[in-house]
């Protein structure tokens, strides 16, 4: 069951190369679609909400000390989820376009199978290498059709990410390394350890480093804006839409069990402190950049900081408004990119100076760019909103000053997305808008219509997702 | 009929998907028809119920289904039907329904006549959404749904780059009081365990007076109110939102929307009544943007902001009456002033309409032989709202300054300078637009003409209202037996509140009743001499002196936010965006970079191409590890 | 199974004498620019090595370093041969077989 999530995207990948050209198009098409069934048959097979939902573990070795154990729960089930929906619609956006390219096929659907294993490993070692294995994928997508600068800013990502992950792996090795004889690399067995509290701020240290570069959160974000920026489309949607949430999955996963015992400082406490500068350190960036993709890229470090902080709150209402954003914050941000992409396909730039007036060109691809934004800047009924009450919830009742910090983003949000979006759609039309062109074909209607549907849906009954999560978080939280 | 109240809100909902998605194909006036119908039908049903509702009905809570429902917190998307929430969907469909009426005549040839309407419809259904919310969230989604369809109304001509700034910058303003009312939400989540009203109403029972969670919560909902109810310091969107189509200023910056806030207090003055100190802060905030705006509005010379600094006024009174506990009271304001603004509004859009968007009062004068129908109804609403004997504007200013008088007299001189400022400015916009003789170019005046029946037919409505009003909530004196209706209906909302007030010595009121009206009639007679009979003029901006210059350029209060908040933030923005982000860049820069290149441009020699020399090198490395491996062994 | 050898030379002997040859094989390596002398002194460490092989299992009566000695010998046979090779082709190139002219592979 389980493993078909994460077999069919590497068959994929490999076999595109050999069909011919001509069959590329239907062989994605076939392949999104059946992604996207083979999920809807896991959730349908879903017997009891009881965790976890689905246990599979394939022994290649019995020498080795790790083994391919995937685990499908509540904290799981929602990345995933985010994860077959995102893909499959960056495919279509790229059929869209008429992109004929076999490899970005291929990269893409690696990405998946690193992605689709990051989310379903519990094995720290397995986990590890599907973590790598995304970085392949996204550097040659990056590197390959980035524009500008892309090689240094690539190199930067790839550095930044990289030397976060060897730290993330060093704890895990040093977990390894102190059990029992016997021991393995499963999740159940690598936390089961006993540790002074130094040793245990030290592996939460170097796993949180991990994590923190790919979130990011402050001080870890310098590669993040310049690379969304110069990556391709696809790129930057596969970076903020779902690697983000890599790492914000691996802090339910594999940082909060670290917190189990004493640490020997409030690491906590000063993991909230960097996420909460960064939420409000991004927006207020955001409120003078000029490219629209700059503006995305911050205004997703701001949104995600604030998740990171609700997660670290360690509270019922912070795991499941994060799980919440999460698969929200995928759905909004991507909406907005290809919104971006499109704007600058059809008229030629993405510079705010250069744009204005497409609302009276394109009503459409106005009102669609409204209800995202309206989305990301949290109004109530729309998606965003929810997640980020429950977020701003957990973060009142951790500390409440703090969380008045923290909860000026809806203010600056709502000042650099309505700023964003009076320079792009409102005022009088721009040279380039004016002799751009205005129209919108029945696919882009159609992956547009997906993404407002999706952020008025889980406005209004934002339950469909919180329930899926409910059990497990709960489980989760009263065994700590 | 309660069981179908659920229409009340689907109809503008529906009203706002049809209009949004399919008004551009519609032809003529039907997006209007459609829109006014959608508020119309809400209208009728609310009065149905209402007829039902006697005074020992129980509240009606009407759950739908749960909206965010997990293990420590629970909201459900439901509504509570009690005499409140009737009331003001009363009065939000019924003047709602009115605007509607208007915007087909005063709309009619816009491009953008459809979207108008959807827009209007979708204020309509968050508005009901925020007062019939049975607990906070709900409210809360109304709260920010108004914010919106607020913004998306100022912006409504969005070509316009400066209009859009007024959009922005109310919504963001309103999003600085919500941040308040989240706040306040969670701190009484984590309380009472509960946000329905009802629940927390008898929770609150119990609860000590001066609880410090229940003042610092109060302290938050107050703080989403300034936002809401553009009070000091967040008044200024207000004024900036009149860049909005007329309607819009009338429907949401005047009678409903702005009101929020002080529902608001209402509706949790269960808590309120257990924090004095901070009820204490609502009336002085209340009585300071009071007289502050109505100083303001002397100075304007626009006619729609002389209405908007008025409006300000008026808010701010009506947070006077909250400040003492006078809710009633002020909830009879709200309901007066919503009616007699709305008319002033509408009238002045009238105005407008006439003289084809010419806004300037200096520009005007003399119309009262123009449109002669406009004339009278705005003479109504001047009258109703400067207090003068019986119109209904009269009986709820004379009841909070009733109940001033009685709690602080303090207070009570300062409301009564306050609405003296009133009829002056008021007065003073009368007799500059329809007094005196015309002062903009002959060419003009030949095509002024009176609106159509479309627009005059929901003033007169409006007019009748401003004028029988005060027939809601009669003082005892004057009502006898079927005095204080309102009053009477509010009265299971407030049986709990400590605070409620008795009634005082009749020849006292009568007294008080008098000199109000005295001292406006006075000032009337005095301004006509001034306006009227010497035909003095507003001097241009550029001449004022002194403190003369500093009201009419509104005590530079806008400049003031612009030096200490905006120009900081994004001087604060540009430094993070540049300088700090590049000081990352450097960090990055000498690890990844710098620190990479120097150690590869030092190695690099070594791989020189002479193979020799890597021959050597490699023995001499074995040579060393042998050595190593022996010292080790050791 | 091998007869033990009555053992006229003392081991140390043959192993000094395999250092030396060894040394001499590497030192001949680092030290002359010549490439067929280079092959040569390559030639020469192997042949340190199959005679310490050959001692060793003389004097443990075990066969394997025998089996070794032939196994090196061959490689070392098939060594020259593409060694040769390459020498004539370098020779081709450059009209000279002198290493130090192969400078070129550098960054």
Same mark, same amino acid.
Request: glycine share 8%; hydrophobic share 55%.
């Given at each position: 069951?389980?493993?078909?999530?994460?077999?069919?995207?590497?068959?994929?990948?490999?076999?595109?190369?050999?069909?011919?050209?001509?069959?590329?198009?239907?062989?994605?098409?076939?392949?999104?679609? /059946?992604?996207?069934?083979? *999920?809807? !048959?896991?959730?349908?097979?879903?017997?009891?909400?009881?965790?976890?939902?689905?246990?599979?573990?394939?022994?290649?070795?019995?020498?080795?000390?790790?083994?391919?154990?995937?685990?499908?729960?509540?904290?799981?089930?929602?990345?995933?989820?985010?994860?077959?929906?995102?893909?499959?619609?960056?495919?279509?956006?790229?059929?869209?376009?008429?992109?004929?390219?076999?490899?970005?096929?291929?990269?893409?659907? =690696?990405?998946?199978?690193?992605?689709?294993?990051?989310?379903?490993?519990?094995?720290?070692?397995?986990?590890?290498?599907?973590?790598?294995?995304?970085?392949?994928?996204?550097?040659?997508?990056?590197?390959?059709?980035?524009?500008?600068?892309?090689?240094?800013?690539?190199?930067?990502?790839?550095?930044?990410?990289?030397?976060?992950?060897?730290?993330?792996?060093?704890?895990?090795?040093?977990?390894?390394?102190?059990?029992?004889?016997?021991?393995?690399?499963?999740?159940?067995?690598?936390?089961?350890?006993? !540790?002074?509290?130094?040793?245990?701020?030290?592996?939460?240290?170097?796993?949180?480093?991990?994590?923190?570069?790919?979130?990011?959160?402050?001080?870890?974000?310098?590669?993040?804006?310049?690379?969304?920026?110069?990556?391709?489309?696809?790129?930057?949607?596969?970076?903020?839409?779902? !690697?983000?949430? *890599?790492?914000?999955?691996?802090?339910?996963?594999?940082?909060?069990?670290?917190?189990?015992?004493?640490?020997?400082?409030?690491?906590?406490?000063?993991?909230?402190?960097?996420?909460?500068? #960064?939420?409000?350190?991004?927006?207020?960036?955001?409120?003078?950049?000029?490219?629209?993709?700059?503006?995305?890229?911050?205004?997703?470090?701001?949104?995600?900081?604030?998740?990171?902080?609700?997660?670290? $709150?360690?509270?019922?209402?912070?795991?499941? #408004?994060?799980?919440?954003? *999460?698969?929200?914050?995928?759905?909004?941000?991507?909406?907005?990119?290809?919104?971006?992409?499109?704007?600058?396909?059809?008229?030629?730039?993405?510079?705010?100076?250069? =744009?204005?007036?497409?609302?009276?060109?394109?009503?459409?691809?106005?009102?669609?760019?409204?209800?995202?934004?309206?989305?990301?800047?949290?109004?109530?009924?729309?998606?965003?909103?929810?997640?980020?009450?429950?977020?701003?919830?957990? !973060?009142?009742?951790?500390?409440?000053?703090?969380?008045?910090?923290?909860?000026? $983003?809806?203010?600056?949000?709502?000042?650099?997305?309505?700023?964003?979006?009076?320079?792009?759609?409102?005022?009088?039309?721009?040279?380039?808008?004016?002799?751009?062109?205005?129209?919108?074909?029945?696919?882009?209607?159609?992956?547009?219509?997906? /993404?407002?549907?999706?952020?008025?849906?889980?406005?209004?009954?934002?339950?469909?997702?919180?329930?899926?999560?409910?059990?497990?978080?709960?489980?989760?939280?009263?065994?700590? | 009929?309660?069981?179908?109240?659920?229409?009340?809100?689907?109809?503008?909902?529906?009203?706002?998907?049809?209009?949004?998605?399919?008004?551009?194909?519609?032809?003529? +006036?039907?997006?209007?028809?459609?829109?006014?119908?959608?508020?119309?039908?809400?209208? &009728?049903?609310?009065?149905?119920?209402?007829?039902?509702?006697?005074?020992?009905?129980?509240?009606?809570?009407?759950?739908?289904?749960?909206?965010?429902?997990?293990?420590?917190?629970?909201?459900?998307?439901?509504?509570?039907?009690?005499?409140?929430?009737?009331?003001?969907?009363?009065?939000?469909?019924?003047?709602?329904?009115?605007?509607?009426?208007?915007?087909?005549?005063?709309?009619?040839?816009?491009?953008?006549?459809?979207?108008?309407?959807?827009?209007?419809?979708?204020?309509?259904?968050?508005?009901?959404?925020?007062?019939?919310?049975?607990?906070?969230?709900?409210?809360?989604?109304? %709260?920010?749904?108004?914010?919106?369809?607020?913004?998306?109304?100022?912006?409504?001509?969005?070509?316009?780059?400066?209009?859009?700034?007024?959009?922005?910058?109310?919504?963001?303003?309103?999003?600085?009081?919500?941040?308040?009312?989240?706040?306040?939400?969670?701190?009484? %989540?984590?309380?009472?365990?509960?946000?329905?009203?009802?629940?927390?109403?008898?929770?609150?029972?119990?609860?000590?007076?001066?609880?410090?969670?229940?003042?610092?919560?109060?302290?938050?909902?107050?703080?989403?109110?300034?936002?809401?109810?553009?009070?000091?310091?967040?008044?200024?969107?207000?004024?900036?939102?009149?860049?909005?189509?007329?309607?819009?200023?009338?429907?949401?910056?005047?009678?409903?929307?702005?009101?929020?806030?002080?529902?608001?207090?209402?509706?949790?003055?269960?808590?309120?009544?257990?924090?004095?100190?901070?009820?204490?802060?609502?009336?002085?905030?209340?009585?300071?943007?009071?007289?502050?705006?109505?100083?303001?509005?002397?100075?304007?010379?626009?006619?729609?902001?002389?209405?908007?600094?008025?409006?300000?006024?008026?808010?701010?009174?009506?947070?006077?009456?909250?400040?003492?506990?006078?809710?009633?009271?002020?909830?009879?304001?709200?309901? +007066?002033?919503?009616?007699?603004?709305?008319?002033?509004?509408?009238?002045?859009?009238?105005?407008?309409?006439?003289?084809?968007?010419?806004?300037?009062?200096?520009?005007?004068?003399?119309?009262?032989?123009?449109?002669?129908?406009?004339? %009278?109804?705005?003479?109504?609403?001047?009258?109703?709202?400067?207090?003068?004997?019986?119109?209904?504007?009269?009986?709820?200013?004379?009841?909070?300054?009733?109940?001033?008088?009685?709690?602080?007299?303090?207070? %009570?001189?300062?409301?009564?300078?306050?609405?003296?400022?009133?009829?002056?400015?008021?007065?003073?916009?009368?007799?500059?637009?329809?007094?005196?003789?015309?002062?903009?170019?002959?060419?003009?005046?030949?095509?002024?003409?009176?609106?159509?029946?479309?627009?005059?037919?929901?003033?007169?409505?409006?007019?009748?209202?401003?004028?029988?009003?005060?027939? &809601?909530? &009669?003082?005892?004196?004057?009502?006898?037996?079927?005095?204080?209706?309102?009053?009477?209906?509010?009265?299971?909302?407030?049986?709990?509140?400590?605070?409620?007030?008795?009634?005082?010595?009749?020849?006292?009121?009568?007294?008080?009743?008098?000199?109000?009206?005295?001292?406006?009639?006075?000032?009337?007679?005095?301004?006509?001499?001034?306006?009227?009979?010497?035909?003095?003029?507003?001097?241009?901006?550029?001449?004022?002196?002194?403190?003369?210059?500093?009201?009419?350029?509104?005590?530079?209060?806008?400049?003031?936010?612009?030096?200490?908040?905006?120009?900081?933030?994004?001087?604060?923005?540009?430094?993070?965006?540049?300088?700090?982000?590049?000081?990352?860049?450097?960090?990055?820069?000498?690890?990844?970079?710098?620190?990479?290149?120097?150690?590869?441009?030092?190695?690099?020699?070594?791989?020189?191409?002479?193979?020799?020399?890597?021959?050597?090198?490699?023995?001499?490395?074995?040579?060393?590890?042998?050595?190593?491996?022996?010292?080790?062994?050791? | 199974?091998?007869?033990?050898?009555?053992?006229?030379?003392?081991?140390?002997?043959?192993?000094?004498?395999?250092?030396?040859?060894?040394?001499?094989?590497? @030192?001949?390596?680092?030290?002359?620019?010549?490439?067929?002398?280079?092959? @040569?002194?390559?030639?020469?460490?192997?042949?340190?090595?199959?005679?310490?092989?050959?001692?060793?299992?003389?004097?443990?009566?075990?066969?394997?370093?025998?089996?070794?000695?032939?196994?090196?010998?061959?490689?070392?046979?098939?060594?020259?041969?593409?060694?040769?090779?390459?020498?004539?082709?370098?020779?081709?190139?450059?009209?000279?077989?002198?290493?130090?002219?192969?400078?070129?592979?550098?960054?």
């Amino acid at each position: 069951m389980l493993i078909g999530l994460i077999l069919f995207p590497l068959i994929f990948s490999l076999m595109i190369f050999i069909l011919p050209k001509n069959l590329t198009k239907y062989a994605t098409i076939f392949y999104s679609v /059946f992604s996207l069934s083979w *999920m809807g !048959m896991v959730v349908k097979n879903i017997s009891s909400w009881t965790n976890p939902f689905f246990t599979e573990n394939y022994v290649f070795s019995s020498n080795l000390p790790s083994s391919l154990l995937l685990v499908l729960d509540g904290i799981s089930l929602i990345p995933i989820l985010l994860t077959q929906l995102l893909i499959a619609l960056i495919l279509w956006m790229l059929l869209a376009n008429q992109k004929e390219d076999k490899s970005t096929y291929s990269l893409i659907a =690696l990405m998946h199978f690193g992605l689709n294993g990051v989310f379903l490993c519990a094995d720290a070692l397995g986990f590890y290498i599907f973590w790598e294995v995304t970085l392949i994928p996204i550097y040659f997508i990056c590197a390959i059709w980035g524009e500008g600068k892309r090689m240094p800013i690539t190199l930067k990502f790839f550095l930044y990410t990289f030397i976060g992950s060897l730290c993330m792996l060093v704890s895990f090795l040093y977990l390894y390394q102190i059990q029992p004889e016997g021991g393995n690399f499963s999740i159940a067995n690598i936390f089961n350890v006993d !540790m002074s509290a130094t040793a245990r701020f030290l592996v939460a240290l170097g796993i949180f480093i991990g994590l923190a570069v790919k979130i990011p959160i402050f001080g870890f974000h310098n590669w993040q804006a310049d690379t969304y920026t110069s990556a391709p489309f696809y790129g930057s949607m596969l970076l903020a839409g779902i !690697m983000l949430k *890599m790492g914000l999955y691996g802090m339910y996963r594999w940082l909060s069990p670290v917190f189990a015992g004493p640490l020997c400082c409030d690491l906590q406490w000063y993991i909230i402190i960097l996420c909460i500068i #960064g939420v409000v350190y991004g927006a207020i960036i955001a409120i003078t950049q000029t490219d629209l993709k700059r503006i995305l890229a911050f205004s997703s470090f701001s949104h995600v900081g604030l998740i990171a902080a609700g997660i670290m $709150t360690f509270s019922h209402s912070g795991w499941q #408004g994060g799980l919440l954003q *999460m698969f929200v914050h995928g759905l909004n941000i991507v909406g907005l990119f290809y919104i971006v992409n499109l704007i600058e396909q059809k008229y030629g730039s993405r510079d705010l100076n250069k =744009l204005g007036g497409i609302a009276t060109q394109n009503k459409w691809l106005a009102i669609y760019g409204m209800i995202l934004v309206l989305g990301t800047t949290a109004l109530p009924l729309t998606n965003g909103f929810p997640g980020e009450f429950l977020l701003l919830k957990s !973060m009142f009742e951790y500390q409440f000053l703090t969380a008045l910090f923290a909860g000026t $983003t809806i203010i600056w949000c709502a000042v650099y997305m309505l700023r964003l979006y009076q320079k792009v759609f409102f005022g009088e039309e721009s040279k380039l808008v004016l002799s751009g062109d205005s129209s919108l074909s029945s696919i882009e209607h159609f992956i547009l219509i997906i /993404f407002v549907l999706g952020v008025l849906v889980l406005g209004i009954f934002p339950q469909l997702i919180l329930g899926l999560s409910e059990s497990t978080v709960l489980n989760y939280l009263t065994q700590k | 009929m309660e069981k179908y109240f659920y229409l009340v809100i689907l109809f503008p909902l529906i009203g706002f998907l049809v209009n949004g998605l399919l008004g551009s194909k519609m032809k003529g +006036t039907t997006p209007g028809l459609i829109g006014t119908v959608a508020v119309f039908i809400p209208f &009728l049903i609310a009065l149905g119920v209402f007829f039902n509702y006697g005074h020992e009905s129980q509240p009606i809570l009407q759950n739908y289904f749960p909206w965010i429902n997990i293990f420590d917190f629970q909201a459900n998307f439901s509504i509570l039907i009690d005499p409140l929430s009737l009331q003001m969907t009363l009065i939000i469909t019924g003047i709602g329904s009115l605007i509607h009426l208007y915007s087909i005549g005063y709309m009619h040839d816009d491009e953008g006549f459809a979207r108008f309407f959807s827009y209007l419809n979708l204020f309509i259904f968050s508005m009901l959404l925020l007062v019939l919310g049975s607990n906070l969230l709900i409210l809360f989604i109304g %709260w920010e749904g108004v914010g919106l369809c607020s913004y998306l109304l100022i912006g409504f001509w969005y070509k316009n780059e400066d209009y859009g700034y007024a959009a922005r910058k109310a919504f963001v303003m309103n999003r600085i009081g919500d941040l308040g009312l989240i706040a306040g939400i969670v701190l009484l %989540w984590s309380y009472f365990k509960t946000i329905e009203f009802q629940a927390m109403a008898i929770h609150a029972a119990n609860v000590d007076m001066s609880d410090p969670v229940i003042i610092i919560a109060t302290l938050c909902l107050f703080i989403g109110a300034i936002g809401k109810s553009a009070q000091i310091p967040l008044y200024t969107w207000l004024p900036d939102a009149m860049a909005g189509p007329t309607p819009v200023s009338a429907l949401i910056h005047a009678a409903t929307m702005v009101t929020a806030g002080i529902y608001l207090l209402v509706r949790a003055h269960f808590l309120f009544d257990l924090a004095p100190s901070v009820l204490n802060l609502v009336s002085y905030v209340g009585i300071a943007t009071s007289i502050f705006a109505a100083i303001i509005a002397l100075r304007q010379n626009d006619i729609k902001k002389v209405l908007a600094y008025s409006t300000v006024s008026q808010l701010g009174l009506m947070f006077v009456a909250l400040g003492v506990g006078a809710y009633t009271t002020a909830m009879f304001h709200v309901t +007066t002033h919503a009616f007699f603004k709305a008319l002033l509004f509408l009238g002045a859009g009238s105005v407008i309409h006439a003289l084809h968007g010419e806004q300037d009062i200096r520009n005007m004068g003399g119309l009262k032989n123009e449109i002669k129908s406009t004339y %009278w109804v705005f003479l109504i609403g001047t009258l109703a709202i400067c207090g003068i004997f019986p119109l209904s504007g009269m009986f709820s200013k004379d009841e909070i300054l009733t109940v001033l008088f009685e709690k602080s007299k303090g207070l %009570w001189a300062l409301s009564l300078f306050s609405s003296l400022l009133t009829a002056v400015y008021m007065f003073r916009l009368l007799f500059l637009t329809f007094f005196g003789t015309y002062r903009d170019d002959e060419h003009k005046k030949s095509k002024i003409h009176e609106s159509p029946m479309v627009m005059m037919a929901p003033l007169w409505v409006l007019a009748i209202l401003s004028v029988f009003g005060g027939i &809601l909530n &009669l003082p005892h004196l004057i009502g006898g037996e079927s005095y204080g209706k309102m009053a009477h209906f509010l009265d299971p909302i407030f049986s709990h509140s400590k605070l409620a007030t008795e009634h005082m010595d009749a020849g006292l009121e009568i007294g008080l009743m008098a000199l109000v009206v005295g001292l406006v009639v006075i000032i009337g007679f005095v301004l006509y001499n001034i306006y009227v009979k010497k035909e003095s003029l507003p001097k241009p901006d550029m001449s004022l002196r002194g403190v003369e210059a500093l009201v009419a350029n509104k005590f530079g209060v806008d400049e003031l936010y612009d030096t200490v908040i905006s120009k900081p933030v994004l001087g604060i923005s540009r430094f993070f965006g540049q300088k700090v982000e590049s000081a990352f860049d450097g960090i990055s820069g000498f690890f990844f970079v710098a620190g990479f290149k120097s150690i590869g441009n030092s190695l690099r020699k070594i791989q020189n191409g002479n193979v020799e020399f890597y021959l050597i090198l490699m023995t001499g490395s074995i040579v060393v590890l042998m050595i190593l491996q022996f010292l080790i062994k050791i | 199974m091998l007869m033990q050898i009555n053992h006229i030379v003392p081991i140390e002997h043959i192993i000094t004498l395999s250092c030396i040859l060894f040394c001499i094989g590497v @030192m001949g390596v680092l030290l002359r620019r010549n490439a067929i002398i280079i092959l @040569m002194c390559i030639e020469l460490m192997l042949n340190a090595v199959n005679i310490l092989f050959a001692t060793f299992s003389a004097y443990n009566g075990n066969p394997d370093g025998q089996i070794f000695v032939f196994f090196i010998m061959v490689v070392a046979a098939a060594e020259v041969a593409v060694g040769l090779a390459l020498l004539v082709l370098i020779y081709r190139n450059t009209r000279s077989v002198d290493v130090s002219l192969l400078d070129r592979l550098k960054w």
